[in-house]
């Protein structure tokens, strides 16, 4: 009985696993890589390199399609896509893992990391590499972080201080601690597909927003937004995931060579990603259609210390361990 048990268990897992495999010996194994941003921004042109590189080091084993601008999947239902394997490669922003695993929770905090140069810090140090691994039991497989860049607000008017943002409505991501960020200081919020951002907008049913100068100026954001203060109060980054059954059954030689790709892909786009977004930032000045500030170190510093509380609010989701190893990064050592 125990036997007939184990030999159909083993039957089933052996379909299962070749419903996911990544090759039969004679077709190539097709990647699709969606994502929901344009081609001329830090994670297109990355899905792009990919694809090329991909194309001239293993054409023939492997076809990268890439579907930008949420024309495949878009932030609702790009994960569940990705578990099913109905897509083999995401990158989404750090903040839209949060049904899988709280402990990334940690790159939204705001104010937390000074720069990106610290959020770069966290991801290479033993922490950060942890929590690529943190959603393998959710069939989601962290393969590399890429930058886009530090968040800024944006909205009717300046927000120096944290009083300026009351009683506006921002648009945001789908992020417990982004919510709490703007509860926190008498804002609301609403969790609206990037997709339809500049929509709601433009529509009213929300005034303010907060993203990287490449997603404001490449989705034309800033041209519904009067003013774009210069906060960089949080990372918006992203985790490149597969999906571990797929990506486990790719044969070992073309997997440690996919990986290679990716780590060299990975290194282009974070040393690209800062310089596309200054160049954005100067863009967008240059239409004059809105007008940035800057805040000074004192206002930077009361925007910190009245957001600590969501430091803490979120601690024991994030796990104490984590908080301290993202909190010393700024120092630099
Ligand atoms: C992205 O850069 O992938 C989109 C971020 C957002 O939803 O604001």
């Avoid at 001329?40 to 090329?52: C, I, N, V």
């Avoid at 992020?175 to 597909?193: L, N």
């Avoid at 992203?238 to 996919?258: C, D, G, K």
């Amino acid at each position: 009985m125990f036997k007939t048990f184990i030999a159909v268990a083993s039957c089933v897992l052996a379909l299962a696993s070749t419903s996911l495999s990544a090759a039969d010996a004679t077709a190539p194994i097709v990647i699709k890589f969606s994502h929901v941003v344009a081609d001329d921004t830090p994670k297109g042109q990355g899905a792009l390199l990919f694809k090329k590189l991909v194309e001239q080091r293993l054409g023939g084993q492997v076809q990268v399609e890439v579907h930008p601008n949420s024309s495949l999947f878009g932030d609702a239902d790009e994960l569940e896509a990705l578990r099913k394997n109905e897509v083999q490669l995401l990158a989404p922003s750090l903040a839209k893992f949060e049904q899988y695993t709280k402990q990334l929770q940690v790159f939204d905090l705001p104010f937390l990391f000074d720069d990106l140069d610290a959020v770069n810090r966290f991801q290479k140090r033993a922490k950060g590499r942890q929590l690529l691994r943190s959603m393998e039991s959710n069939d989601i497989v962290g393969l590399a972080y890429w930058h886009n860049g530090m968040r800024q607000f944006s909205g009717p008017r300046a927000l120096r201080t944290p009083k300026d943002a009351a009683g506006l409505a921002f648009r945001i991501q789908p992020s417990d601690v982004i919510e709490a960020q703007f509860a926190r200081i008498g804002a609301t919020s609403a969790k609206i597909p990037f997709a339809e951002t500049l929509a709601a907008l433009q529509s009213g049913k929300v005034q303010a927003s907060e993203n990287t100068w490449s997603n404001l100026y490449s989705q034309k954001l800033y041209t519904v937004q009067p003013v774009i203060t210069e906060s960089n109060h949080g990372a918006l980054d992203y985790m490149l995931v597969s999906n571990p059954r797929f990506w486990y059954s790719i044969p070992h030689a073309t997997r440690t060579q996919l990986e290679a790709i990716i780590d060299e892909v990975t290194f282009a786009v974070n040393h690209a990603a800062e310089e596309q977004n200054r160049a954005d930032r100067e863009r967008i000045v240059a239409t004059g259609k809105t007008q940035v500030v800057s805040l000074s170190a004192e206002e930077r510093q009361a925007w910190r210390e009245a957001m600590r509380p969501v430091w803490k609010q979120f601690e024991p989701n994030i796990g104490e361990d984590i908080l301290k190893a993202a909190e010393i990064v700024n120092r630099k050592k």
